[in-house]
């Protein structure tokens, strides 16, 4: 990977908040971002839910520079445990040939409301109360969360950007982006996603019901983390990110590659438990990472912005909501897509063409599951092109 | 359905063992079994892992009554959760013109070792410690099983069954039974199963570090369930036994039937969670049902008679596994089930063919899911007719 580091850039406009501190590690900076800081909106920020956020930060990360018509700036949005340092996620958007090219196009991407990554989440101080929010953090819907990035993007004085894009609850970030500031956005990219359906509820329920079932969640009052919960609650999640073609190609039904034997009695639970299949240790192994690097309050602030997210909501069709789109649009659906099925991104795009917008669907046929958008960049970036 | 109640029957040979307590409420008994008991295989049961079980008891029931040559009973396998009580579970096997016709036919169904509805598992005491198993009690595999059933069976003088049949983990113990008792089985029935896929594999183990997970598990040592952990391993079990089809239709993205509203806020965490969608509500009430039915650890022990059960295993290959069978096999798959997908059922069906086996697979077309094979029990039958 050719990496590229920009000289200078953009100064950023929004006051630091030491209320916000980086608590947990994030992604390889191996491509270094032109700025990385806090935007905070002043005042209140009027929540779809009906509370307000007082005075909360964007936390944003800018690669390469803003051009003087300040009109070149693409956006990308996150997913759920991802952060504003796109290039350390989505690194193959910016080789030479990908989809970014720094020496033209500038980048921006915002953490989520709600998240440990520097924007103001349940971790935060609130301003009202000089307390942690914890458990009071209220829900952050997608478009709560748009609606903030446009008042960063104001600061910017940037009024047009020639593309958002995004995966999964980055996707939902990119349509919502081309509904509410249609005349801002010339193309969105909307890369697996749909309305979370049942299925999908049903597995962000049982990730809330792990962390909440935790006794050290506390409540949401914790000072240390509800580890087993939200390692639980990870691990469910990795059934819906990989596609179960890719775990018996992996994994099949072979022991654990450390040489636990599962036909084994008497290892941590007499007869109850034994040694453990591969895919067994592999979850396991993803289940404890990822206590390092994210919040338990965050997550759950997260998971109830995704289930919320209905592009449609509020409007009497979804003609009314997607006639509003005057961007350029592309879906695209993997084939091996569990979580938000192929058929599902499709009808979307179905429904959005029907509205009189220029939209197409493209797939990805892999068998990886709906992560393949993180783990299959090049395919990505040649459907994308 | 017209309820068939036969009087008298045949006499249990084993004696009674208090040790073994009917602890958990049972399934419906419209159907009253003819007898219904325990039989204790004095000495010590070898196992596969290499431990033994010392006079371990078979808890199970008869339907109807054995013809004077023996050779009328149908063996029934139930699956995870299951009872010895099939009429209640499966009762439409029974109905006129259904599988089994009491008139003529018997049935017997015996309750796995390690369940906790009779037979001896985790909640029975070790009778050379005098103390109860808890989480010392073995692994018991489906040929431990089926072996331990076949002496059940000598002892009521059955030397030959017309059909073992069984869906999901009771499909496991059929096809077993066609290997290991060649001469004695005439036909099989195996439905909905293959060997646990790496995605099967991984949902188990979700299951299991659930109910490990909740600290009133007490290392397998617990006087009181360790509710939160099993309600959630269940709700797991739930996404595996339902399909994603079904979800949408029943539940879509509607808020819970009892008026509760996912937008609001402050039920019981802030804005952490709120009201609950359709399957939520769903899910949560089908984990706390089942608090009441079943026991933590015997669920812990049949996951592993489920994760290790590989009817090729200890064998040169499958042709000598397969080779051995003499019964007329239907495989029965169901084209939505995402536990045991039909591809791997029907895969499974054809190395049985390719063994020289008289083998033939017939799919379940429904949206339901891998739990078709006990929910729309008429197309079921019509299959296997």
């Known amino acids: 990977m050719s990496v590229v580091v920009i000289e200078g850039g953009v100064a950023g406009e929004g006051k630091a908040d030491p209320s916000t501190p980086l608590r947990f590690a994030q992604d390889d900076k191996s491509i270094v971002p032109t700025y990385e ?80 990554y520097g924007s103001t989440g349940p971790g935060s101080v609130d301003p009202e109360t000089g307390e942690v929010y914890g458990a009071t953090f209220p829900l952050i ?14 600061s910017l004085g940037i009024a047009t950007i020639p ?25 969105a990219a909307i890369i697996a996603v749909a309305p979370l359906n049942a299925m999908g509820l049903a597995l962000n329920h049982l990730q809330r019901r ?14 240390r983390q509800p580890r087993a919960g939200l390692a639980l609650a990870r691990q469910i999640a990795m059934l819906s990110y990989k596609s179960p073609q890719l775990f018996t190609e992996r994994f099949g039904r072979n022991p654990n590659r450390n040489g636990e034997d599962p036909w084994a009695l008497e290892v941590d639970g007499g007869g109850l438990s034994g040694g453990r299949f591969d895919v067994a240790g592999f979850l ?32 009497r069709s979804a003609a009314e909501a997607f ?12 084939s091996s ?11 979307l795009a179905e429904e959005v063409k029907a ?31």
């Open 323 to 334: 006639g509003r789109i005057q961007a350029q649009l592309t879906f695209i659906g993997i």
């Open 37 to 116: 800081g806090d935007f905070v909106l002043d005042g209140h920020l009027l929540l779809e839910c009906g509370r307000t956020l007082a005075d909360p930060t964007l936390h944003y990360a800018v690669y390469g520079r803003l051009n003087a018509a300040r009109d070149n700036a693409v956006l990308v949005g996150h997913a759920l445990s991802g952060s504003a340092l796109v290039a350390g996620w989505w690194p193959e958007l910016f080789v030479e040939g990908g989809l970014i090219d720094l020496k033209t196009d500038c980048v921006i991407c915002v953490n989520l409301l709600g998240s440990c």
């Open 355 to 385: 509205a009189g917008v220029r939209a197409e669907y493209r797939e990805m046929v892999t068998d990886h599951g709906h992560d393949a958008f993180l783990a299959e960049q090049t395919e990505l970036i040649r459907l994308l092109q």
């Open 141 to 154: 819907s997608i478009r709560d969360n748009v609606r903030a990035q446009a008042r960063l993007l104001d």
């Open 284 to 315: 396991d192994y993803q289940g404890e990472r990822f206590l390092d690097r994210f919040d338990a309050n965050a997550y759950l602030a997260i998971l109830r912005t995704m289930d919320t997210w209905d592009p449609v909501r509020g409007y």
């Open 163 to 187: 593309l958002a894009i995004g995966g999964s609850i980055g996707a939902m970030q990119a349509l919502e982006w081309a509904i509410l500031f249609p005349e801002r956005v010339k193309r």
């Open 210 to 223: 792990a962390i909440q079932g935790d006794p050290h969640w506390m409540e949401g009052n914790y000072l």
């Open 337 to 347: 897509d569990g979580l938000f099925p192929p058929q599902e991104v499709r009808a």
